[in-house]
C-alpha cells in the first residue's frame, strides 16, 4: 500500500514539475512576443516604416501620386536628387521670413525638383484636391550592367552614382471629386536608382499617358 502510494505522489510530483516547466516555457514565449510588438510598434511609430519603404524599388513612384491625395510633397521630396536641399532651403526662408527680414528670395527649385513638381502640378490641377488613388506596380526589372553603366554616366552630372536601378512598371486609377476630369486610369514606367541604400526617381524618367477605356 505505501509503495502504491509512493508511486502516485511521485506522478503527481512528476505531473506537476512538468506543468511549472511548460507554464515557464509558456511565459516566456509571451514576455519574447510582448517585446517583439513592443519593438515593432517603436520602429514603425518613429520613422521604421519610412525606412522600410525607402528601401523598397517602386516607393520613390507610388509616393509621387499618393501625394495627390494628402496636397503635400514634403515626403516626396525625399525620393527626388536634391529635393532635401530644397526643403532644407524652404525652411530657411520662412525661418527669415518669421525673424521680419525683408525681400527673402523666393526659393528656385533645381530642374531635378521642378520636374516632379511640374508633373505633380498638372495632376492636382486636372483632378483638384479631393482626390482617391489607386496604384498597382504591374512588374519590376532589374537593369543591367550596361543600363546601369549608362545611368551613372548620367547621374555623373549630378555628382551622384548609384549600386542598382530597376525599370518599373506601373497603373494608376485616379478619381477627382471636384473637377471636370472624374476618373482617369494611367500606365506609366520609370527608373528608380539605389544610392547609398535609398530608392530615388532617375530624372527624366517617369513617364505616363491615360489608358482609353
Known amino acids: 500500500m505505501n509503495d502504491s502510494i509512493e508511486r502516485r505522489l511521485e506522478k503527481m510530483n512528476q505531473a506537476e514539475i512538468r506543468k511549472e516547466k511548460t507554464d515557464k516555457i509558456s511565459k516566456i514565449v509571451l514576455d519574447v512576443i510582448a517585446v517583439l510588438v513592443l519593438v515593432a510598434v517603436i520602429f514603425w511609430g518613429f520613422g521604421g516604416a519610412d525606412w522600410v519603404f525607402r528601401k523598397t524599388p517602386d516607393k520613390p513612384v507610388s509616393e509621387f501620386f499618393y501625394s495627390l491625395t494628402t496636397g503635400e510633397t514634403d515626403k516626396l521630396m525625399g525620393y527626388v536628387i536634391g529635393g532635401d536641399e530644397y526643403l532644407k532651403a524652404l525652411e530657411e526662408r520662412e525661418k527669415r521670413i518669421a525673424k521680419g527680414e525683408k525681400d527673402v528670395p523666393e526659393v528656385i527649385p533645381s530642374a531635378t525638383v521642378a520636374e516632379v513638381l511640374g508633373k505633380y502640378s498638372v495632376l492636382r490641377t486636372d ?14 526589372e532589374n537593369c543591367t550592367e550596361d543600363q546601369l553603366a549608362d545611368i551613372n554616366q548620367q547621374l555623373k552630372e ?12 506601373f497603373s494608376v486609377r485616379i478619381s477627382g471629386k471636384e473637377t471636370i476630369t472624374k476618373n482617369e486610369v494611367l500606365d506609366g514606367t ?20 491615360e489608358v482609353q477605356q
Not at 127 to 140: I, N
Not at 158 to 169: P, T
Not at 202 to 207: F, H, T, W
Open 190 to 209: 520609370a527608373i528608380t536608382v539605389r544610392i547609398d541604400g535609398r530608392w530615388i526617381l532617375m530624372p527624366g524618367s517617369l513617364e505616363y499617358s
Open 158 to 169: 549630378y555628382q551622384l552614382e548609384c549600386d542598382k536601378a530597376c525599370q518599373i512598371s
Open 127 to 140: 483632378f483638384g484636391s479631393k482626390v482617391t488613388v489607386l496604384y498597382k506596380k504591374e512588374a519590376k
